[in-house]
């Protein structure tokens, strides 16, 4: 007679030995799947923009316009060349514009005389000539024509300079312990830094326009279907 007893020590005895094995053969196939030596990527600190950060500081933007010996008019390039740093200096800054003119040089004389056309294309851009300023410098060691050198400052978003190769990117540390090479993100953070129209957009951001209710209630005229047919 055969005995189906479930509760019977025997078969006790065999559920056990079973559930033992399935727990070995798992334990085993982890302990596979786990490599001692592995190394996780979120846990490494590599920022490209904790080692390239894009900072504010005061930045000299300058504009040479040549003036040849002999010259006592701007040229319609020239004077193009002028306006756009006037616009370029209306957005980004208020302060002082300065016009230097060359010395000792063979086109002194013309540049002493194109120097008020200039003052005069700067003011038509809108700079009030009370934050114009003239000025000489020395150029006796220039072997040609100075430039007439306009410049000013304003707070401008830069980066540090990209080209740091300090390791082999084969040998070294990048592939070893998974990390970015010391150059990485360097020019997409120059770049970024380039085109920002408004530094200051970095610190925060800027108050809102008031509201246009017209416009808003014919935006919404549109989204609901009404077009007044």
Not at 32 to 61: K, M, W
């Amino acid at each position: 007679m055969l005995n189906f007893d479930r509760n019977h020590p025997s078969r006790k005895l065999r559920r056990i030995a079973g559930f033992a094995s399935v727990l070995t053969v798992a334990a085993v196939l982890a302990s596979c799947g786990a490599p001692r030596d592995r190394v996780t990527t979120h846990s490494i600190p590599d920022d490209y923009r904790t080692r390239h950060p894009i900072t504010l500081a005061e930045v000299e933007h300058s504009l040479d316009v040549p003036v040849g010996t002999g010259e006592y008019k701007l040229t319609p390039a020239t004077r193009d060349l002028i306006r756009g740093f006037g616009q370029e200096y209306a957005t980004r800054s208020k302060s002082i514009v300065q016009i230097a003119v060359p010395a000792n040089t063979p086109n002194a004389g013309s540049a002493s005389k194109v120097r008020a056309e200039v003052r005069r294309v700067l003011t038509e851009m809108g700079i009030p000539s009370s934050r114009i300023l003239l000025t000489r410098y020395d150029a006796a060691q220039a072997n040609a024509s100075a430039p007439i050198r306009l410049s000013y400052v304003a707070i401008t978003a830069i980066t540090d300079d990209c080209g740091q190769w300090p390791s082999d990117l084969v040998v070294g540390k990048t592939m070893v312990q998974n990390k970015n090479y010391e150059n990485f993100g360097c020019a997409t953070q120059q770049n970024l830094a380039a085109q920002i129209a408004n530094p200051t957009d970095l610190i925060g951001p800027r108050g809102m326009t008031p509201i246009d209710a017209a416009n808003r209630a014919s935006v919404i005229k549109v989204y609901r279907g009404d077009t007044g047919e």
